[in-house]
């Protein structure tokens, strides 16, 4: 069965310190793993496609990678603004729909 | 580039009403759209993937009779929740994706039903 597991649940960070969120799959097939922000009452922010493992994405402090078996989200120096919860999804080959992980809430405190 | 909107973005109505939900990609042709419900503190469930001018793929367990979608266009689709009760209160989220992998999702519609 296609699973997609995301650890911690949840994570408190001071302001500054560096961390990573994990996110593991066991799909038969990878199309392509995408990483989502969600905020409180509002719909998922687009941040990372992933496609094949060794692959590594950017975005200010942000950093996403990708090996055969899981993904890191690595968070570098966090401001208060980057707390919210982090949704790791995976897409199987053949498919259309994206398997969903639980998210990692992420609170950064200032 | 890339934005979907959704309307409304809440809705109260009452037990035994329709209500319809629309999702518009603005910027960009959507020959695919999907429809996620989430409760608090969960994540998102995947309720129906439709394709444009085709008849929606509900998943298991989600009733398409009360859960009506139309994608008339590749910039239009809509949810209607048809003779809503209290438990089909929930967040309902939209998104769409062109060619490419990836999904861009809807601002999302809350829906309480009293």
């Known amino acids: 069965e296609d699973q997609v597991t995301q650890s911690p649940e949840a994570l408190r960070l001071q302001e500054g310190e560096s961390s990573s969120l994990n996110c593991s799959y066991t799909?038969?097939?990878?199309?392509?793993l995408f990483w989502y922000r969600q905020d409180p009452g509002k719909g998922p922010e687009f941040l990372f496609t992933?496609?094949?493992a060794g692959e590594e994405k950017e975005k200010e402090r942000l950093k996403a990678t990708l090996t055969k078996k899981e993904s890191f989200l690595h968070i570098t120096a966090p401001k208060p603004e980057d707390s919210a919860t982090y949704l790791c999804?995976?897409?199987?080959?053949?498919?259309?729909?994206?398997?969903f992980g639980q998210g990692t809430r992420l609170t950064i405190n200032p | 580039g890339a934005v979907v909107s959704q309307h409304p973005s809440w809705v109260i109505c009452k037990s035994g009403t329709s209500v319809k939900i629309e999702c518009r990609s603005l910027?960009?042709?959507?020959?695919?759209m999907f429809w996620y419900r989430q409760f608090p503190k969960q994540s998102l469930m995947l309720m129906a993937t439709?394709?444009?001018?085709?008849?929606?793929?509900?998943e298991q367990g989600v009733e398409k009779d009360k859960f009506l979608i139309n994608h008339a266009s590749l910039t239009l689709s809509t949810l209607t929740v048809t003779s809503a009760h209290p438990e089909d209160s929930s967040f309902y989220i939209c998104?769409?994706?062109?060619?490419?992998?990836?999904?861009?999702f809807g601002p999302g519609t809350r829906l309480l039903v009293l």
């Open positions: 998104s769409a994706k062109t060619g490419e992998e990836t999904q861009y």
């Open positions: 799909v038969s097939g990878l199309r392509g």
């Open positions: 992933l496609y094949s």
């Open positions: 999804a995976v897409q199987f080959q053949g498919a259309q729909k994206l398997v």
């Open positions: 910027d960009f042709q959507a020959t695919t």
């Open positions: 439709s394709n444009e001018g085709s008849k929606a793929t509900y």
